[in-house]
């Protein structure tokens, strides 16, 4: 479970939202004497938070849609199967697409990464020893249990060509990284020697979510093909009259829209992780004082990923 130390994943929310909305009235309101580089570490704090929430709903809803997807096959197969191999089974479970403990690993390393995030803005601020207590203590569990998780990348990751070799090899360093820094940090560490030090591993583990949903959409894509070409034989191999008929074919019609819709989904998703990855290394280098000037525009550029991402998500719950 993601949180081994009794930090629950609504209070870790509430204690980011908090440290999150400190930052950025300091940033905002100025009253906290904030420099340049502050502002924008607060500000990256709560783009990226906005990203990293919406992405763990994304995970959830594909979850939820691969299983949904599995219940709509399995009726088509019971009418026309035949065989009683191929017959539905009530009881037989539907494969998800991650496991219980497969999709609490990603939500690990997101929540991390949010956590991160909001340790740059102290970092850079002046937090008050309430929110530093509360922060540390959330992000000791998470960063204990994705330590942990870089010695069981092949199972939690399971399915992803990316993790071989060297790439494993990086990946389980990442891991090990920025969970021994939610851990250990010291509030009074240097922003610019922070951040570029973890530069490296948000990269690494920002590549590894890249590649995990290039996985979920490949899925994704043949088990809605499987769907249509299941519903279509069960047209060709059933006499059905002309409501029957109309009925089933809007039903392909509704399956194409889903498909399209989680499409757009993890397109969203991918790019919002792309943009997250890339805010921070400009984060980093205008913390070490290179070309900060682009830093605002990366900063609303994540921004708005977050808000796309949060939209996709929400319309399919619409749909649903």
């Not at 993601?2 to 309101?29: E, M, N, S, W, Y």
């Not at 010695?151 to 992803?160: C, D, L, P, R, W």
């Not at 059905?240 to 829209?257: F, G, I, P």
Request: net charge negative.
């Amino acid at each position: 479970m993601p949180f081994p130390q009794g930090v629950p994943h609504r209070v870790l929310k509430t204690v980011v939202a908090r440290v999150c909305a400190c930052g950025i009235a300091c940033a905002v309101v100025g009253g906290c004497s904030l420099s340049p580089i502050a502002r924008h570490a607060a500000a990256f704090s709560s783009a990226s938070s906005l990203v990293i929430e919406s992405s763990e709903d994304a995970y959830r809803t594909a979850n939820d849609l691969r299983v949904r997807e599995q219940m709509e096959a399995a009726v088509y197969a019971y009418d026309y199967a035949s065989g009683a191999d191929l017959q539905f089974d009530p009881h037989k479970e539907f494969k998800p697409l991650f496991t219980a403990d497969q999709l609490a690993a990603r939500i690990t390393v997101f929540d991390a990464l949010e956590l991160y995030g909001e340790s740059l803005a102290q970092i850079a601020g002046h937090p008050s020893k309430e929110d530093t207590e509360a922060l540390e203590g959330a992000a000791a569990g998470v960063g204990q249990n994705l330590a942990g998780l870089s010695g069981e990348i092949h199972s939690k990751f399971a399915g992803v060509p990316a993790i071989t070799g060297t790439e494993s090899a990086v990946i389980s360093t990442a891991l090990k990284a920025l969970g021994e820094y939610l851990q250990t940090r010291v509030i009074k560490k240097s922003l610019p020697k922070v951040t570029g030090d973890m530069d490296v591993h948000v990269k690494a583990l920002c590549d590894l979510l890249q590649e995990d949903i290039k996985v979920m959409k490949t899925q994704a894509d043949s088990d809605y093909t499987s769907l249509l070409m299941t519903q279509n034989q069960f047209v060709l191999h059933n006499k059905l009259d002309a409501v029957e008929k109309r009925n089933e074919v809007e039903k392909e019609m509704a399956v194409v829209r889903e498909q399209r819709a989680n499409e757009r989904l993890l397109d969203a998703l991918s790019a919002a992780v792309l943009k997250l990855q890339l805010t921070h290394h400009v984060l980093a280098a205008g913390a070490a004082g290179n070309n900060p000037g682009s830093l605002k525009q990366n900063i609303a550029d994540l921004q708005a990923a977050g808000k796309d991402l949060s939209s996709y998500y929400k319309s399919l719950l619409v749909a649903q």
